[in-house]
C-alpha cells in the first residue's frame, strides 16, 4: 500500500500561483506513473497532468503553458507548478499514482481561486 500526502492548496487571486506537492511513500516511486487530477463541485474527474517514471509528460489543454509537472525521484515527490490561476482551475486537486495494476490516491488538497 502507498501512501501520498499532498500539500500546498489554498486561496489565490485569478492571475496568481500555486505548487502543490504529493509525497509518496514509496521505495519504487521512480517506476510509478504520476498525475495530478481535479474535480471542481458537479464535475466529473479530470486529468490535469500526468509523468511517467521515464519523464514523459501530458497536459490537460486548458493548462498548457500555465501548469507545470514535475517529479524528483530523490525525494518521492512530484510537484505542479500553477500560474495565472483562473476561476475555472478552482478543484480539490487529487495526486495519483499508478504501476501495472496498482492505482493509489491522495486525500486531495482544495484550491481556491477568487478576487
Known amino acids: 500500500q502507498v501512501q501520498l500526502v499532498e500539500s500546498g492548496g489554498g486561496l489565490v487571486q485569478p492571475g496568481g500561483s500555486l505548487r502543490l506537492s504529493c509525497t509518496a511513500s514509496?521505495?519504487?516511486?521512480?517506476?510509478?506513473?504520476m498525475a495530478w487530477y481535479r474535480q471542481a463541485p458537479g464535475k466529473q474527474r479530470e486529468s490535469v497532468a500526468r509523468?511517467?517514471?521515464?519523464?514523459?509528460?501530458t497536459y490537460l489543454d486548458n493548462v498548457k503553458g500555465r501548469f507545470t509537472i514535475s517529479r524528483d525521484n530523490a525525494k518521492n515527490t512530484v510537484y505542479l507548478q500553477m500560474n495565472n490561476l483562473k476561476f475555472e482551475d478552482m478543484a480539490v486537486y487529487y495526486c495519483?499514482?499508478?504501476?501495472?495494476?496498482?492505482?493509489?490516491w491522495g486525500q486531495g488538497t482544495q484550491v481556491t481561486v477568487s478576487s
Open positions: 509523468i511517467t517514471g521515464g519523464g514523459d509528460i
Open positions: 495519483n499514482a499508478v504501476w501495472g495494476d496498482a492505482d493509489y
Open positions: 514509496s521505495v519504487i516511486f521512480r517506476f510509478y506513473t
